[in-house]
C-alpha cells in the first residue's frame, strides 16, 4: 500500500485519499490525493515518461490528451479556434502591462509557438518560447526558443512570463513556480490559466479536466496564491479582466471538439456566454502574479 504523502503546497500532513481513475491512455489506475488544508489535488505517483506522454502524436491530438492537435493549429493559425486564446492572453496582458518594443516576454511551455508567433506578427516586442519537448522542433517554425541550459544561466530575465495550461503537468509546482520567478524581473507579470479544481471539488474524479497521465497537480485559486506567495510573488485577484471572454470562448470550443473558427459561432453573444461559464466555473478566479 502507498505511503501518504504529504502536501507538496503548504507541506501539511492531512492528505486525503480521494480515490483512482483510469488512464485511458495509459491503461493504469492513478490514485489521487488531496490537501484540504490548501485544496491541492495531486497524483502522488505520477507518469513522468515525458519522451512517451509528449511525443508527435500528443501534439496531433492522438495522445493523453485527444482535445488538442497543436500541429494542425500550427498550419492553419488563421482558422484555428486556438486563435480567440492567443487574442485573449495578448489582450489580458497588455491591459496589465503596456507593451513597448523593450519589454521581453517568455512563454513557458511554449508547445509549437503559436502565442509567440502571434504576439511577435502584432506587437513590436521581444517574446520568445520555451518547451521542454523534443517534438515540437520539426514542427514549431522560426520560433525563437530558449533551451533549459539557456534560462537556467540566469542570463536572462523577462517582463512577462506566460505559462498557458502548463502549472497542472508538473509534479512539483513550487520548484516550477520558483524557477517562473527566477525568469522575471522584480515587478514582472506572471500570468497564467489552469482549470479551477474548486468548481469541481466534490467530484474530481470525474472532472473531465483530470487527465492523469498528463494533468497531475489540480488548483483551487487558494491553492495558487499561497504557492506564489511562497515562490515569490505577490498574488492579485483581479477576476474577469479585458480577454477573458476570447479565452474561455477557445475554451469552450475546444472542450466541444470544435478546432476551426465557424460562421455559426460568430453569431454566439460570447460575453455573456463567457460570463455565465465563468460564474459556475470560476475560471477568472485563479490570481494573476507579480514578482517581488
Avoid at 501518504?4 to 495509459?26: D, L, N, Q, Y
Avoid at 497521465?213 to 495558487?224: A, K
Avoid at 496564491?225 to 492579485?236: K, N, V
Wanted: hydrophobic share 40%; glycine share 8%; net charge positive.
Amino acid at each position: 500500500m502507498m505511503e501518504m504523502p504529504g502536501c507538496r503546497i503548504c507541506s501539511g500532513s492531512s492528505v486525503e485519499r480521494i480515490g483512482t481513475k483510469r488512464g485511458h491512455f495509459a491503461q493504469r489506475d492513478f490514485e489521487l490525493h488531496r490537501c484540504p488544508t490548501c485544496g491541492y489535488a495531486f497524483v502522488p505517483d505520477p507518469w513522468l515518461d515525458h519522451e512517451a506522454i509528449y511525443s508527435e502524436d500528443y501534439y496531433r491530438g492522438r495522445g493523453a490528451d485527444p482535445w488538442v492537435d497543436y500541429i494542425s493549429e500550427s498550419k492553419h493559425p488563421s482558422t484555428a479556434v486556438r486563435k480567440y486564446e492567443w487574442r485573449g492572453v495578448l489582450t489580458l496582458v497588455e491591459s496589465l502591462l503596456p507593451l513597448s518594443r523593450e519589454t521581453t516576454w517568455l512563454d513557458f511551455g511554449a508547445g509549437l509557438g503559436g502565442l509567440v508567433r502571434y504576439v511577435r506578427e502584432r506587437r513590436d516586442v521581444r517574446m520568445f518560447g520555451y518547451e521542454p519537448g523534443s517534438a515540437v522542433r520539426p514542427f514549431s517554425g522560426p520560433v525563437p526558443y530558449f533551451s533549459s541550459s539557456e534560462l537556467d544561466s540566469g542570463a536572462h530575465l523577462f517582463d512577462i512570463v506566460t505559462a498557458i495550461e502548463v502549472l497542472e503537468h508538473t509534479a512539483e509546482p513550487l520548484k516550477e513556480l520558483s524557477r517562473i520567478r527566477s525568469l522575471l524581473k522584480p515587478g514582472g507579470l506572471f500570468f497564467y490559466t489552469t482549470g479551477n479544481a474548486a468548481a469541481h471539488r466534490d467530484a474530481l474524479l470525474s472532472w473531465r479536466y483530470f487527465v492523469p497521465e498528463i494533468h497531475i497537480s489540480l488548483y483551487e485559486p487558494r491553492t495558487l496564491a499561497l504557492a506564489l506567495e511562497r515562490t515569490g510573488f505577490r498574488p492579485e485577484f483581479r477576476g474577469f479582466l479585458p480577454g477573458f471572454t476570447d479565452i474561455i470562448r477557445f475554451k469552450v470550443l475546444k472542450n466541444s471538439r470544435i478546432r476551426h473558427i465557424a460562421w455559426w459561432e460568430k453569431a454566439v453573444p460570447w460575453p455573456a456566454v463567457a460570463r455565465f461559464i465563468d460564474k459556475r466555473l470560476g475560471i477568472t478566479a485563479h490570481p494573476i502574479a507579480w514578482a517581488v
